[in-house]
């Protein structure tokens, strides 16, 4: 029996990318996927001496010394628990069992806990990147028992992205931490996303601008402070010719958008911790809208709208809504790490916010030139408790923010859907203590419930006699 040093369980496109990329950085990988066709057509179409297949758990359990590791690539939920009850009773104290699925965070801390029990280190290991960076390098976000991390790291490590010489890969702390940075790291996204999917409405409705024109935008601004993957690639998207028509193939993609349930974990979870992240939960809710094809096109023709060009040239606009959505943007980071700082505090976690932003600056979806600000905000001030409080990122703020409010207004008299840029502006102003009108709602509760109120210019709890019957 041919020697292995990780196996790797599932095999379908993350799966198997990720197996080929360890192939690649020397690792003998032994590969197995549930459906023998699916790990055939793996070894005829991607042959690498280095990718060992295996058509049963025994085999592949049993083809490497210990402590041995396992590296599972399949659907996250009841998949990933079917694995591990197949895998378990085959295994001995002190091997290793990663997860590098999408899994809930809850799922994980429940597995880990169980696992440990039976003397098996089990790590929540959230993977960044999609086909592309599991092939040639992801971000890679593992939780787990630190001691044992040393044993899986030389090979994350390795086949992780690099930014700056460094790998993009680094412990984040126990049980679910891994996942749960994963989850918020979806969570920007779905903002990141919605962001500049509003800027394209902006400059494509109310500012009258073609695909090439588009195309040329973004390319430009991903010359500047915008510089990121996603900014990239929409601009590569606005040039894409349509394979079955003339024009670019933007314009005939349904306007409808999909989701797989991190963003609005992340949403939920927010709930649970108190925090804002209103603008993950609206490109949620963007999403959801999208969906209601049948519902838009009947109100369309019966609530009334329409378009109004704005009154500064082409040129001046396209810059007003490049400082609008890097403002947003900031804010959009600001929500997704706060999050995360109650969620550490929480969990006992002790996550490192700058370590967190330096992995994603490359191989995930979020990479950008943006994070390596965040990595200092947090390396100068780690107690840093909002990111719009960081000297760069305020004065990025202050100065974008009259940008962010006028695109807003031409948005709405062009009767153009905004909602990730809304939240942005309502979370700034509320951030910065303008009244949010908590004092009526205090009023309102304590006059219908009598659920008492506190004051301004003076210690303790208040209840006050309304004079009315409550309903």
């Known amino acids: 029996m041919q020697k292995t040093e990780i196996g790797v369980i599932g095999l379908a496109v993350m799966g198997r990318s990720i197996a080929l990329n360890m192939a690649d950085h020397g690792f003998r990988v032994g590969g197995y996927n549930r459906?023998?066709?699916?790990?055939?057509?793996v070894v005829r179409e991607y042959p690498h001496e280095n990718l060992i297949p295996f058509y049963d758990m025994e085999s592949l359990v049993a083809?490497?010394?210990?402590?041995?590791?396992?590296?599972?690539?399949?659907?996250?939920?009841?998949p990933v628990d079917m694995v591990i009850e197949q895998l378990v009773p085959l295994l001995d104290d002190g091997d290793m069992i990663l997860d590098g699925g999408n899994s809930f965070f809850e799922d994980t801390r429940r597995r880990e806990r169980e696992l440990k029990a039976k003397g098996i280190y089990y790590f929540g290991t959230g993977v960044s990147g999609g086909e592309h960076g599991a092939r040639f390098g992801p971000s890679i976000m593992p939780g787990g028992d630190e001691s044992a991390y040393s044993h899986v790291a030389p090979v994350l490590e390795a086949v992780a992205a690099r930014a700056k010489g460094e790998p993009c890969c680094a412990y984040m702390g126990p049980d679910g931490a891994g996942h749960y940075v994963k989850m918020v790291h979806n969570g920007i996204e779905y903002a990141d996303m919605q962001l500049i999917a509003e800027a394209y409405l902006l400059l494509k409705y109310a500012g009258g601008y073609t695909n090439e024109e588009l195309a040329a935008i973004f390319e430009e601004w991903n010359e500047g402070e915008l510089k990121s993957y996603l900014i990239e690639i929409t601009a590569r998207i606005f040039r894409e010719s349509d394979d079955y028509a003339q024009g670019e193939l933007v314009d005939y993609i349904l306007d409808s958008a999909g989701q797989k349930g991190t963003g609005r974990w992340t949403s939920l979870e927010s709930l649970k911790q108190g925090v804002n992240v209103s603008m993950i939960t609206?490109?949620?809710?963007?999403?959801?809208?999208?969906?209601?094809?049948?519902?838009?096109?009947?109100?369309q023709s019966l609530i009334s709208g329409s378009l109004r060009r704005p009154a500064v040239d082409k040129r001046e606009f396209a810059e007003m809504v490049r400082r609008g959505l890097y403002t947003a943007k900031i804010v959009a980071y600001a929500q997704g790490f706060d999050l995360l700082r109650h969620a550490s505090a929480e969990y006992g976690w002790n996550?490192?916010?700058?370590?967190?932003?330096?992995?994603?600056?490359?191989?995930?979806?979020?990479?950008?030139?943006?994070?390596?600000?965040?990595?200092?905000?947090?390396?100068?001030?780690?107690d840093l408790t909002n990111l719009m409080l960081d000297s760069y990122f305020l004065e990025g703020v202050n100065r974008g923010k009259e940008s962010l409010q006028n695109i807003l207004c031409l948005g709405i008299q062009n009767g153009i859907p905004l909602p990730a840029m809304s939240q942005a502006e309502a979370y700034i102003d509320a951030f910065r203590g303008m009244p949010v009108g908590a004092n009526l709602i205090q009023a309102q509760r304590d006059c219908f419930g009598a659920h008492t109120f506190e004051r301004t210019d003076r210690e303790g709890i208040f209840h006050h006699d309304w004079g009315q019957d409550n309903a």
Do not use: H, W
């Open 35 to 41: 459906s023998r066709e699916v790990t055939d057509t």
């Open 351 to 382: 996550l490192n916010y700058g370590r967190i932003a330096a992995i994603f600056r490359a191989g995930c979806i979020i990479q950008a030139q943006f994070l390596d600000e965040i990595t200092n905000a947090f390396d100068n001030d780690s």
């Open 282 to 299: 609206a490109a949620c809710n963007a999403r959801i809208m999208s969906n209601r094809m049948e519902e838009r096109k009947a109100a």
């Open 63 to 78: 083809s490497q010394d210990r402590p041995r590791r396992f590296l599972i690539m399949v659907k996250a939920g009841k």
